[in-house]
């Protein structure tokens, strides 16, 4: 099915919908890392993206110290747990379980 120029897809659930994620971006990161030395990704998170990255954390084949992850959807404040932000989601369901290389994240400073 179509929408324009852009393939729909329909899933049975939102397992599927995030394995079938998971594999299609490890296809393309494979294909991308046969021709790079390195690559960056940009993740985000929230519970819409558990089953996704769980998911792309097993997929095969991925030379996962080759790539940058990083995540750029979060939530600041000097007052907020570690474990409530999105970063913290995305290094407990696929950057702990994979030897990824990482961009530190910059220092935030209130004005």
Do not use: D
């Given at each position: 099915m179509n929408y324009g120029r852009t393939d729909i897809v329909v899933c049975d659930s939102n397992q599927d919908l995030g394995e079938r994620a998971a594999r299609a971006v490890a296809e393309y990161l494979r294909a991308r890392l046969a021709g790079k030395d390195a690559l960056r990704i940009v993740f985000v998170?929230?519970?819409?993206q558990s089953t996704f990255c769980r998911a792309l954390a097993q997929q095969p084949d991925i030379d996962w110290q080759r790539i940058t992850c990083f995540n750029m959807d979060d939530f600041w404040d000097p007052r907020l747990s570690k474990r409530f932000t999105c970063g913290y989601q995305?290094?407990?369901?696929?950057?702990?379980?994979?030897a990824v290389r990482?961009?530190?994240?910059?220092?935030?400073?209130?004005?």
């Open positions: 998170a929230g519970e819409s995305t290094e407990q369901e696929l950057l702990s379980t994979r990482r961009l530190s994240p910059g220092r935030l400073r209130r004005p």
